[in-house]
């Protein structure tokens, strides 16, 4: 595969391959959420809680990604009149993938989260330097799989509207983050 369509791989495959490629990572990412206790409570959150089970972890996902498609469609329409739904939906989809994947580097994070004292005493928490190392580094994982996540869903988004100009994308970058607070709000309230 070509280092463009890492970036870009609406350009390259079919729409029903995007789709099914979606779907199972949505299933999969459930899974794996109700294995290690993950909570996706929004479009772009990721989180440790307790007592995860699939069918919770499967409506939030699938609740981060009906509230994320809503306002990309939304926005595709204002862009190009044509833009089909099935290209947004899989935009949704394939934008989560690498969110899905920080499920396997967030627990790496609960020994030093315990260690962290109540609010009052946070001054005199010192953490050791291997902690620092390592939420650090995982720090900068988010980072760059967060980075990854949004050139994939703003490559994607113009590709499926054929979106050239600057305002565009600055209405989808807008309107992830508003999807993020609104899933949030929803999943929030149902689920926790």
């Known amino acids: 595969m070509k280092p463009g369509y890492f970036f870009n791989p609406f350009m390259k495959f079919q729409e029903h391959t995007l789709l099914i ?68 939906l899989n935009v949704a989809l394939i934008f989560r993938i690498p969110l899905y994947l920080m499920a396997f580097v967030i627990p790496a994070t609960k020994p030093i989260l315990k260690k962290l004292p109540d609010i009052q005493k946070m001054e005199q928490f010192k953490p050791s330097g291997p902690d620092l190392i390592l939420l650090t580094l995982i720090g900068f994982v988010s980072l760059a799989v967060l980075a990854y996540a949004v050139v994939l869903l703003i490559n994607g988004f113009k590709t499926a509207t054929n979106a050239k100009k600057w305002f565009h994308i600055l209405l989808v970058v807008a309107g992830l983050f508003v999807a993020d607070l609104i899933a949030k709000i929803i999943i929030t309230r149902v689920f926790l």
């Open 21 to 88: 490629t979606g779907i199972i990572s949505l299933l999969l990412a459930s899974w794996v959420a109700a294995a290690l206790n993950i909570i996706y409570d929004g479009v772009i959150n990721i989180h440790l809680t307790t007592g995860q089970n699939f069918i919770s972890a499967l409506l939030q996902n699938i609740i981060a990604i009906i509230v994320l498609f809503v306002f990309l469609y939304g926005i595709s329409l204002f862009v190009n009149q044509h833009t089909r739904a099935i290209d947004i």
